[in-house]
């Protein structure tokens, strides 16, 4: 069936960023025609795609200078895209790439689609500074005016709903359904494993200060970030080589193999600010659906995930010895222990149940 042509835009080097893939993978298995627009920053590792896709190419040395340069740059690319077919449905993915999205929406009136991966306004690394100024200003200009959002928490949705009275979509970034017949790994020693980004607030210092807690575990980073240099000089004051590995950045497909041979997950994010606060992390899910038990913080969705489905222990507070306790509750508990559980939370949160949600998003705006 042919249907509107859809153009993905994100900040974004697209390299690692499940969501997007899974967004536009779902786009074209449904008819849509996708073209996704991302950028170079941070590299442009080697890409294969079912539909098209493009970078623009940033010149700029600072972060900061990098989001102006994009949205210039990115307004452009759509201005040459919508003039030659309006038959088309825009698609930003958060508040870096939506003001040349909303602009070129409003010139020739098209529908735009925002998913607001997170509070973008509310992120650690712009709190306190100017641009977190700049990010709220466009935020509280363009938001309200949207008509069709999506966003990856409950938590969320209610927090956009409650300050701009709009009421997004709830799609949570959950991976696609796995079907479980892999025998569990008995490793020696148990293996606790974090994978994302290595930003502060992530809790990840912490959980290495608590390996000197723990006998006959080791802890493996899977990820990268602006923290990674700093932590690996945290391993080796601590003196914890033998303890704490890092992996570096990984594709998706191989990411899912290390997690899936996991002893027990980790995601003990802090409260650094509403969009940590609010958030639902990937790896909570990735894990559920790999099967393997959780440590969690103890905020608002994961506690609602806890509530739930009993996949792993909520940690109180992030002294270094109480995680050690937590960590050891369930390896000693055992992972074969929480199958029942997380065998239930997969067959739920999956992106099979998700993208009903977003192909009905996609539907009211081609009708428009």
């Not at 958030?279 to 909570?284: D, F, G, H, I, T």
């Not at 559920?288 to 489905?309: C, D, G, H, S």
Request: with cysteine; glycine share 6%; aromatic share 10%.
């Amino acid at each position: 069936m042919s249907r509107k042509k859809v153009i993905t835009s994100a900040f974004s080097n697209l390299y690692t960023d499940q969501r997007i893939e899974k967004v536009c993978q779902t786009l074209h298995e449904n008819g849509y025609e996708v073209d996704l627009i991302g950028n170079n920053w941070g590299g442009a590792g080697k890409m294969e795609r079912p539909y098209q896709f493009s970078r623009i190419l940033l010149v700029s040395k600072t972060l900061k200078t990098a989001y102006f340069e994009f949205n210039w740059k990115l307004y452009r690319e759509l201005y040459g895209k919508v003039k030659e077919n309006k038959n088309i449905i825009l698609h930003a993915n958060d508040l870096d790439a939506l003001l040349p999205n909303y602009l070129i929406s409003k010139k020739y009136k098209i529908p735009l689609v925002f998913d607001s991966h997170e509070i973008f306004s509310e992120m650690p690394a712009v709190q306190g500074k100017m641009s977190q100024k700049l990010w709220r200003y466009l935020q509280d200009k363009i938001v309200p005016n949207i008509k069709f959002m999506i966003t990856a928490s409950g938590s969320y949705g209610k927090w956009f709903q409650n300050k701009y009275g709009i009421k997004p979509i709830i799609v949570q970034n959950a991976p696609r359904k796995i079907d479980f017949d892999i025998e569990i790994p008995n490793n020696q020693p148990k293996t606790v494993l974090y994978q994302g980004a290595i930003n502060p607030f992530r809790g990840i210092d912490k959980a290495i200060l608590a390996m000197h807690h723990l006998e006959n575990a080791i802890f493996k980073i899977a990820g990268d970030g602006p923290r990674k240099k700093e932590y690996e000089d945290l391993v080796i004051k601590e003196n914890l080589q033998s303890k704490v590995q890092f992996l570096g950045k990984l594709l998706p497909e191989d990411l899912r193999k290390i997690t899936i041979t996991a002893d027990l997950g980790m995601s003990i994010e802090e409260n650094g600010g509403e969009s940590y606060f609010y958030s639902l992390p990937n790896k909570v899910l990735d894990c559920i659906q790999a099967r393997v038990p959780l440590i969690m913080a103890n905020l608002p969705e994961m506690l609602n995930i806890k509530n739930q489905f009993d996949v792993g222990e909520i940690i109180e507070n992030h002294q270094p010895e109480n995680i050690a306790s937590v960590i050891q509750k369930v390896l000693d508990k055992g992972r074969k222990n929480y199958q029942n559980e997380l065998e239930k939370a997969a067959d739920i949160l999956c992106w099979e149940n998700e993208e009903v949600k977003l192909l009905e998003v996609f539907e009211k705006a081609s009708q428009r």
